[in-house]
C-alpha cells in the first residue's frame, strides 16, 4: 500500500544520489533564505535614495536662495553714524566723530600693500571662487572645538559683508553673505572685489579704507606706503584695536608676530624675495591723533566703554564703529569731576618742565570701582586725549609693586597655609626680615630680594612687615603659601589670568606683574566686598536704534572666603594708620591700602578703599617722544616719587570728595582668630584735614604687632578651602605649597616697593 501523506517508510529503498553530492556539514549553518540575501541591497538602494534625495532638497534650496535673495544697497555702515556717550545721570559724556573715509582706485594702492592683504587674509584670492565651502565648514569645525571664533570668509564674503550686509554673527545673514558673494563674483571682476574691500575694510582709529588708514597710522597717502608699513595695516585687519601698538603697547608682541606673519606669506607665495623680507624692519606708527571732540578725558572714557563692550562680545569693533549707539556707561560725573581735580591739585599743576626736565616723564592713571556691584564710578586716563593718547587707567606695561602683597596675605590665610617651620601664617607671624635674606624651600634657583633702601628689619610680625612692605618676608610667604596659589588667588580676586609677569614664582610677591590700574581696582574692590568678586562694568544700558540690547549683568561669586579677605583688610588698615599709607589718613573716614613702587622707580601706586569705594592711583615715568618707560627720581621736586607720596594724596582729596555728604562707615570685620587683637584704628579727626602735611598724627609711631605668636590655631591646610580656579585659566600649576614646580628659570628681580 503507498504511504500516506507525511509519512515514509523506513524500509523502502531510497533514491539514488546525484553524482558529485556531498552530504551537508551539520556543523554549518544553513544557507540564509534569499530573502535576507536582498536586504543589504535594499539598504543601499534605500541609502542611495536618501542622498539622491539630499542633493536634490540642496540643489532646490541652493537654486531658490541663488534666485531669492538679491544684491542689496549699501548697508548703513557705509553711511555711519556716531555714538553718544552719557554718564549714569542721562548727562552727555561724549560723542565720537564722525567716520573717517575717503575711497581710493586700487591702481592708487601699491602692488606690495594689496599682496600683504592678500597674505594676511585671502592668499588664493585671484584662483578662488567666490566662496570656499570647505573653509567654512573647517572654520565652524574649528570654532565647536573651541578653537577659536573663525569665519572662513573668502575676502569676496568679507566685502559683502563690510558693504551690504553687518557684522552680526548670524547664520541668516551668513546664508545671504554666501548668496550674495557668489552673484558678486560673476559680474564683478577680482579686481573690482578687491577694491571695494580695501575701501570698506575697518582698520581701526575710526579709519575705514585703506587710504584713511594710511593717514590714520603713518600720515601719509596711501601711495607712499612701503611693504612693511602695508604688511602693519594688513596685520591689523584681523584685530584693529587690539594690534594698535601706540594704544596698547602691551600687545605688541602679538602685533609683531602678526606682520611677521603677513610678510612670511608674501615670501611663500612669492610676491617677495628672502633678501627683501631679511631687510624689512616693524614700522611703528605715528601716535594716534583723536578727533578733538574727544579731548580731555572724554576720549579715555569713550575708548574704555568701547573695549569694554567688545571685548566682552558686547558688540562687535565693526559694528560699533559703524556707529548709531546710546550708549549709558556706569559712571558719576561729579566723581569723575573729583578725580579730575584731585590729579590737578596734587600733580600736574605742580608740573614744571622747565625747570625739572623729569616732570615731562610723568603720567597718571586711576580708576575708582563701587565694591558693592563692580561699576566703574570715575576714571582717569591721562593729561589730554588727543595729546596724549594711551590710557593710563587701562594699560597693562607698568609693575604693580607691592600693591600685589595683600594677594598673598590673602591666599595665606585662604589655604590656612604654614610657614618652612610648621607655624600657621597669621599677622602675627614673625618672619626674617632681613636685606637679601634668600628664601628657603624655593626648588628653583636662589632668590634672595633687596628690602627697600636695603634696610634691615631683623624679626617682624607678618602685619609690621606689611606696614613697612618687607620685601624679605613676603618673598618667604610667597613660597610658604605656594606662588601657584598666590596667582590662583589673585586672579579669583579680579586680576586677569593673561596679565603680563603674573609668574607662580617667588618674585610675584614683589609684584612684578604688570597689572592695569583698572584691574587693581577690581580686585581691591573685591576684598572690599568681603571676598566676594563680580566681573567689573562700565556700561549700565545700551540701545541702537530705539532697541534694547542686552548688557550682561556680572554675577558676583564669593572669590575667597570672608575670613581671608577681611583678615587682610584689618592688616590694611594698619598701613594707612601706621605704615606707608598715612597721608590716607586725609580722607577721614575708614580706610584700608597699600602703597608700591615699580622697579627703578619708573612707576608708584597706592590702591585703597573704605567700605562704598575701592579706588587705585598710579604715577608712571614714561618718555613721551620715545614711549620708554623712565625713572621719576627728581619729578615734582622730590628726589624719589613713591606710592606714600603723590598716589595716596591724590586718593586721600578724591575719596574725600566723592564720599562727601555721605556718614563714613566702618568696616564690618570677620577675621581669622588671634586678627582681632590687632591695634583698633584711632577715632577719626573732627575735620576732613590730617593734622599735618603728611596725613598722620604727630605721635605716631610704627606699631610692631608681632608679639607673639598666636596660641590659637590656624586653620588646617588640608580643610581649608582653595581659592577657585578662574575659568579663563588653563595654565597647570599643581598643589599650593614649597613643593610648586618653577614657571621660569629665574623669577625676575623686582624693585621693593613702599
Do not use: C
Not at 104 to 121: G, M
Not at 472 to 494: E, S
Not at 563 to 588: K, M, W, Y
Request: net charge negative; charged share 20%.
Amino acid at each position: 500500500m503507498p504511504p500516506s501523506s507525511g509519512t515514509s517508510d523506513p524500509d523502502a529503498p531510497r533514491p539514488a544520489r546525484p553524482t558529485g553530492w556531498e552530504p551537508r556539514d551539520p556543523t554549518l549553518s544553513p544557507p540564509p533564505p534569499r530573502t535576507a540575501r536582498r536586504r543589504p541591497r535594499r539598504l543601499l538602494r534605500t541609502l542611495f535614495g536618501l542622498l539622491l534625495l539630499g542633493t536634490l532638497l540642496l540643489a532646490g534650496a541652493f537654486a531658490a536662495g541663488y534666485l531669492l535673495v538679491e544684491i542689496p544697497p549699501a548697508n548703513s555702515a557705509a553711511l555711519a553714524q556716531s555714538n553718544l556717550y552719557l554718564y549714569r545721570d542721562g548727562s552727555t559724556l561724549a560723542r565720537d566723530g564722525e567716520v573717517n573715509r575717503e575711497n581710493v582706485r586700487l591702481d592708487r594702492v601699491p602692488l606690495t600693500v594689496r599682496q600683504a592683504v592678500l597674505a594676511a587674509e585671502d592668499r588664493d584670492f585671484h584662483t578662488s571662487r567666490a566662496v570656499d565651502p570647505k573653509a567654512m565648514v573647517r572654520a565652524a569645525w574649528n570654532t565647536v572645538n573651541g578653537k577659536g571664533r573663525q569665519s572662513g570668509s573668502t575676502i569676496t564674503q568679507q566685502y559683502v559683508k563690510n558693504y551690504y550686509l553687518g557684522q552680526e554673527q548670524t547664520l541668516t545673514r551668513k546664508a545671504k553673505e554666501f548668496f550674495i558673494a557668489i552673484k558678486l563674483g560673476r559680474e564683478k571682476s577680482k579686481e573690482d572685489i578687491l577694491q571695494g574691500y580695501l575701501n570698506t575694510s575697518y582698520f581701526g582709529r575710526n579709519a575705514y579704507g585703506v587710504q584713511a588708514a594710511a593717514r590714520a597710522y603713518y600720515g601719509k597717502d596711501v601711495e607712499q606706503l612701503d611693504t612693511a608699513e602695508g604688511a602693519y595695516l594688513a596685520a591689523v585687519l584681523k584685530a584693529p584695536s587690539a594690534y594698535d601698538v601706540t594704544t596698547h603697547p602691551e600687545n605688541r608682541a602679538k602685533a609683531v608676530d602678526r606682520w611677521n606673519y603677513v610678510l612670511d606669506g608674501m615670501v611663500t607665495e612669492g610676491w617677495l624675495t628672502r633678501a627683501d623680507r631679511a631687510a624689512a624692519r616693524f614700522p611703528t606708527p605715528q601716535t594716534a591723533r583723536p578727533a578733538t571732540g574727544l579731548s580731555g578725558q572724554r576720549g579715555y572714557l569713550v575708548q574704555a566703554v568701547e573695549e569694554y563692550l567688545t571685548e566682552h562680545g558686547i558688540v562687535d569693533e565693526k559694528t560699533l564703529a559703524g556707529g548709531g549707539f546710546r550708549i549709558t556707561t556706569t559712571l558719576e560725573p561729579a566723581k569723575q569731576d573729583a578725580l579730575v581735580k584731585a590729579v590737578e591739585d596734587q600733580v600736574t599743576s605742580r608740573l614744571d618742565p622747565a625747570a625739572s626736565p623729569v616732570d615731562r616723564y610723568v603720567r597718571v592713571g586711576a580708576a575708582a570701582v563701587d565694591p558693592a556691584n563692580g561699576q566703574v564710578l570715575a576714571m582717569y586716563g591721562g593729561v589730554d586725549y588727543t595729546r596724549q593718547y594711551v590710557n593710563n587707567a587701562t594699560r597693562r606695561d607698568y609693575q604693580v609693586g607691592s600693591t600685589f602683597k595683600p594677594f598673598v596675605l590673602t591666599a595665606a590665610v585662604q589655604s590656612g597655609a604654614q610657614t618652612q617651620q610648621g607655624e600657621p601664617i597669621t599677622p602675627h607671624t614673625v618672619y626674617d626680615g632681613r636685606n637679601r635674606r634668600p628664601v628657603e624651600g624655593w626648588p628653583g634657583l636662589p632668590y634672595d630680594p633687596s628690602n627697600e633702601d636695603d634696610e634691615n628689619f631683623g624679626e617682624i610680625a607678618v602685619g609690621a612687615a606689611t606696614d613697612l612692605s618687607v620685601n624679605a618676608v613676603y618673598a618667604q610667604m610667597a613660597v610658604d603659601v605656594g606662588p601657584g596659589h598666590v596667582r590662583r588667588t589673585a586672579v579669583a580676586l579680579g586680576l586677569p589670568g593673561s596679565t603680563p609677569d603674573l609668574t607662580a614664582t617667588p618674585s610675584i610677591a614683589l609684584g612684578a606683574a604688570t597689572a592695569s590700574v583698572l584691574d587693581m581696582a577690581t580686585a581691591y574692590a573685591t576684598l572690599a566686598a568681603h571676598g566676594r568678586h563680580g566681573t567689573y562694568t562700565l556700561v549700565e544700558s545700551l540701545s541702537r536704534d530705539g532697541q534694547e540690547i542686552t548688557v550682561p549683568t556680572p554675577t558676583a561669586r564669593q572669590a575667597v572666603t570672608r575670613e581671608a579677605a577681611d583678615t587682610t583688610t584689618a592688616v590694611l588698615r594698619n598701613v594707612v594708620r601706621t605704615g606707608t599709607g598715612t597721608a590716607a589718613l586725609a580722607a577721614g573716614r575708614p580706610a584700608a591700602g597699600k602703597t608700591g613702587t615699580a622697579e627703578d622707580d619708573k612707576a608708584a601706586w597706592f590702591a585703597g578703599y573704605t567700605p562704598e569705594l575701592a579706588t587705585v592711583v598710579a604715577l608712571m615715568g614714561q618718555d613721551p617722544e620715545s614711549g620708554r618707560q623712565e625713572p621719576l627720581y627728581g619729578a615734582l621736586g622730590r628726589p624719589r616719587i613713591n606710592g606714600g607720596g603723590e598716589p595716596t594724596e591724590i586718593w586721600a582729596q578724591f575719596t574725600r570728595d566723592a564720599l562727601a555728604g555721605t556718614p563714613p562707615r566702618d568696616f564690618d570685620l570677620q577675621v581669622m582668630p588671634g586678627a582681632e587683637e590687632l591695634p583698633s584704628v584711632p577715632p577719626l579727626p573732627e575735620t576732613p584735614d590730617a593734622p599735618n602735611a603728611s596725613g598722620a598724627p604727630e605721635t605716631a609711631t610704627v606699631s610692631d604687632i608681632s608679639g607673639t605668636p598666636d596660641a590659637s590655631p590656624a586653620p588646617d591646610a588640608s580643610g581649608a578651602p582653595e581659592a577657585p580656579e578662574a575659568p579663563e585659566e588653563s595654565y597647570d600649576i599643581g598643589e599650593a605649597g614649597p613643593g610648586a614646580a618653577p614657571r621660569s628659570p629665574r623669577p625676575p628681580r623686582a624693585s621693593p616697593g613702599q
